[in-house]
């Protein structure tokens, strides 16, 4: 059980690393703003599964573009 909050805290790094890392290379533009905070502070504050997040944010992406 312990392995599996080191994965989950581990895919949550990434994917908030990821984001900053997307946000820098696309510029400051405030849907992008808007994805990357509400993605870490979903990470950060629930318990939501990192698969359902990440299709999530593909979706958020799909409809702010």
Do not use: E
Not at 13 to 36: E, H, M, P, R
């Amino acid at each position: 059980k312990l392995s599996l909050k080191g994965i989950n805290a581990i895919a949550g790094g990434l994917i908030v690393s990821a984001a900053i890392l997307l946000l820098q290379k696309n510029g400051l533009a405030l849907d992008n703003l808007i994805v990357t905070v509400v993605t870490i502070i979903l990470i950060i504050s629930k318990k939501i599964p990192i698969p359902l997040l990440v299709g999530l944010t593909i979706v958020a992406g799909f409809i702010l573009a």
